[in-house]
């Protein structure tokens, strides 16, 4: 095991550095992130202009040529040093410090979501196996191909309105309003531990449900598919045969092996939560990774932006290797070598 997972972190760095490449390329493609003040400093100083240019883009670190600055960029990135915003019109911000802030604020969302989103999703793909073509497993298979064809936004909308129409009716009932359909408490939860938890369900809820909808139906439908795969095979009718009960055939037997593709399915989904929380932040109004990169894809600020990318990927990357872990823990067949 031990060898095995040193040679997927090995994998996982030359990964690393043909995705750090891949976006350094990308961002760059964004534009130039000085050139719209540099236009401002010449048409009101047309004679004096050239130098100040000059030393933002020094500044910037973008007067060399692409493969200096990628190069550059990465020696200081895995040292610690993720640069600073280049923006000449406000002041120069480090941009590690924000990032982990944000980065904070998401993970504690994402992970939340996706953790419920695999639990629910994966007993109700069981059971709506185990009961197929019932009312339940038609139900079940509705609300999630209508989940499947609903854009994110349209439900984080949709939510979002059902919070305040339900605040209003909290306030019109003489309670305060409960369920917070913008920003982030700046303070934190205060007041007693039972306070504190029903201030964190009203904040947490509805980007949540959001979230946890969409990664919810992926899984229901994945666990079904391989459930039904599973209890067709030839040692689950063995043990049927033997006497076993059903109880004990599906949930000792049958589950163990079913779970391998949602699995591989949950370690992709790490990409897909943080694209989704993007949008979701944006509706509810949350300072988090997906604020981040919106607000700088509009500055063009490319520091911002390669640290989000690189974050991003190594959580994609992490979460695939435990994928991989988890294979041998959940099927014995697997080989390591």
Not at 79 to 104: A, C, F, R, Y
Not at 131 to 144: C, E, G, L, Q, V
Not at 319 to 336: G, H
């Amino acid at each position: 095991m031990v060898a095995f997972v040193v040679r997927r972190l090995l994998i996982s760095v030359v990964l690393l550095l043909v995705v750090s490449f891949v976006c350094f390329a990308l961002v760059q493609m964004l534009g130039d992130p000085i050139g719209e003040w540099a236009a401002g400093q010449r048409q009101r100083n047309p004679n004096g202009a050239d130098a100040a240019i000059a030393a933002a883009y020094q500044r910037a670190g973008l007067d060399t040529s692409f493969l200096s600055r990628y190069w550059t960029w990465l020696t200081h990135f895995f040292t610690g040093d993720w640069g600073t915003t280049v923006n000449p019109g406000q002041t120069p911000k480090e941009v590690q410090p924000q990032i982990m802030h944000s980065l904070w604020i998401t993970m504690r969302l994402v992970l939340v979501a996706e953790i419920l989103a695999i639990i629910v999703g994966s007993i109700v793909g069981v059971l709506t196996a185990v009961k197929r073509y019932s009312w339940f497993d038609y139900i079940i298979t509705a609300f999630s191909f209508l989940m499947f064809a609903l854009p994110l936004f349209c439900l984080a909308v949709i939510l979002k309105i059902g919070g305040i129409q339900f605040n209003n009716v909290l306030q019109n009932n003489g309670f305060d309003r409960w369920l917070v359909t913008s920003g982030y408490p700046p303070g934190g939860f205060t007041g007693s531990f039972g306070n504190q938890v029903y201030q964190y369900l009203g904040v947490y809820l509805l980007p949540t449900l959001c979230l946890m909808a969409i990664s919810f139906a992926v899984y229901a439908r994945y666990q079904r598919s391989s459930m039904l795969d599973v209890l067709s095979s030839d040692y689950v009718r063995t043990a049927r045969a033997k006497g076993v009960s059903n109880t004990t055939v599906i949930w000792k037997h049958a589950f163990r092996n079913a779970l391998i593709p949602v699995v591989t399915v949950g370690s992709l989904q790490i990409g897909t939560a943080f694209a989704g929380a993007i949008i979701t932040e944006t509706v509810f109004g949350w300072q988090g990774m997906g604020y981040i990169l919106v607000q700088n894809v509009n500055r063009k600020e490319p520091y911002m932006i390669l640290a989000f990318l690189m974050v991003t990927g190594v959580f994609i990357i992490l979460f695939n290797l435990l994928a991989d872990i988890a294979y041998t823990l959940l099927d014995p067949r697997v080989r390591l070598d």
